[in-house]
C-alpha cells in the first residue's frame, strides 16, 4: 500500500503510513499556473498497487487538489484507491434549511467519491451524511485519540456545549470514566451563541475541573461562552477538546484567554494539534485492505 499526502494532511498522511508498518509516502508535487489553475504531480511507481490518498478538504483548493490527485493515481495505474478526508469540509449543511441552498455535503461526497474506492473520513459533522456515498464510505471517531490524552489528566467532569454533541460526550466519558453533561446552547449567528446549564447535573460544578468537549471549533464562540458559564457556576479548572481544530481568526488565542488547555487531534494543523487519529484511520485502512 502506499501513501500519499496531500498539502492539506502532509503530517497525518506521514503518520498514517507509519501506522501502516512505514507503507511508501509520497508528497504530490502542486503549483499553480500563471492563469491560477493548479497542477498536481504524483510520483512512485503506482500500478497495480493500493494507494491511499490523505486529504483534509478545509478549503476549495483543498476540494480541488484531491480530486486531481484521485484522477492521477487513477492515471497511474494504481489498483484500488482509498481516499481518506480527516476533516470533511462542507458537512455542517447537510440540508436545505432555506430554498434555493444546495445539500453541500451530498454534492462533496458525490465529487469526493467519484475516482475512490472507498472514503474514510472522521467525525462528521453528522453520521447521516455517510449514507450520501455510493461507494463504501466509513468513519473514524477523534474520540478515543482525545481519550487518550485526557485519561491522565486531572479531570472530573465533562461537557457538550449542546445537546447534539451527547452521543460523543457519553463515549468519551465511558472511556475515562467521568460523569458528563449537556449545556443547552441556542446559535444566534455564525459567531455569537446563548449557553445555559440544564437543569439537572451529575455533580455539583463548584471546585470541579471540566473539559468541555465538541465535534469543531470553529470561531471559538462555543468554548468561549461554555468556558464563561462554567467558571461562573464555580468550576476552577476548565480545558476545551475537539477533533477539528479550526480555529478561525483569533480563535486560539481567545479561548486560551479563558480556559487552561486545548486539545485537538491533528485532523487539521493546528496550535492544539495534540492527538494523532493516524491509528483509527490505519486500522479502518487495514480493514479495507484485507477485504
Ligand atoms: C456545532 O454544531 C458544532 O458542534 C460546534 O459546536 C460548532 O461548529 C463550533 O463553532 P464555533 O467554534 O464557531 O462556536
Known amino acids: 500500500m502506499h501513501v500519499i499526502g496531500g498539502t492539506a494532511s502532509t503530517a497525518l498522511a506521514e503518520r498514517v503510513s507509519r501506522e501502516l508498518g512505514n507503507a511508501p509516502f509520497a508528497i504530490p508535487f502542486t503549483k499553480r499556473f500563471p492563469d491560477d489553475e493548479m497542477y498536481v504531480r504524483v510520483g512512485g511507481r503506482l500500478e497495480g498497487e493500493d494507494v491511499v490518498v490523505v486529504q483534509s478538504t478545509r478549503t476549495d483548493s483543498d476540494v480541488l487538489e484531491l480530486i486531481l490527485l484521485e484522477d492521477a493515481v487513477r492515471e497511474a495505474g494504481a489498483r484500488r484507491t482509498f481516499v481518506v478526508v480527516p476533516y470533511f469540509g462542507y458537512a455542517r449543511q447537510d440540508r436545505r434549511f432555506f430554498p434555493g441552498e444546495p445539500v453541500s455535503a451530498r454534492t462533496l ?7 475512490a474506492d472507498a472514503v474514510v473520513t472522521v467525525d462528521l459533522h453528522s453520521s447521516q451524511t ?3 456515498f455510493t461507494k463504501p464510505a466509513y468513519e473514524a471517531s477523534g474520540i478515543p485519540a482525545i481519550a487518550r490524552l ?3 489528566r486531572p479531570i472530573d467532569v465533562l461537557v457538550s456545549p449542546d445537546k447534539g454533541g451527547v452521543d460523543r460526550v457519553r463515549r468519551m466519558a465511558q472511556l475515562i470514566d467521568k460523569p458528563w453533561f449537556a449545556l443547552e446552547k441556542r446559535r444566534i449567528d455564525s459567531e455569537h451563541v446563548e449557553l445555559a446549564m440544564p437543569p439537572t447535573l451529575p455533580i455539583p460544578i463548584e471546585g470541579t475541573h471540566a473539559t468541555i468537549v465538541d465535534d469543531v471549533i470553529s470561531t471559538g464562540g462555543t468554548i468561549v461562552e461554555a468556558a464563561k458559564l462554567l467558571k ?4 476552577v479548572g476548565i480545558s476545551a477538546a475537539c477533533t477539528h481544530g479550526l480555529f478561525l481568526k483569533d480563535a486560539f488565542e481567545r479561548i486560551k484567554a479563558v480556559v487552561a488547555d486545548v486539545y485537538s487531534t491533528d485532523t487539521l494543523g493546528n496550535p492544539a494539534e495534540k492527538a494523532s487519529v493516524a491509528p483509527d484511520i490505519a486500522q479502518i485502512l487495514e480493514r479495507l485492505v484485507a477485504a
Do not use: M, N, S
Not at 461526497?109 to 475516482?115: M, S
Not at 461562573?232 to 468550576?235: E, S
Open 150 to 152: 485526557l485519561h491522565e
Open 232 to 235: 461562573k457556576r464555580g468550576a
Open 109 to 115: 461526497c458525490r465529487h469526493v467519491e467519484l475516482d
Open 130 to 132: 455517510l449514507t450520501q
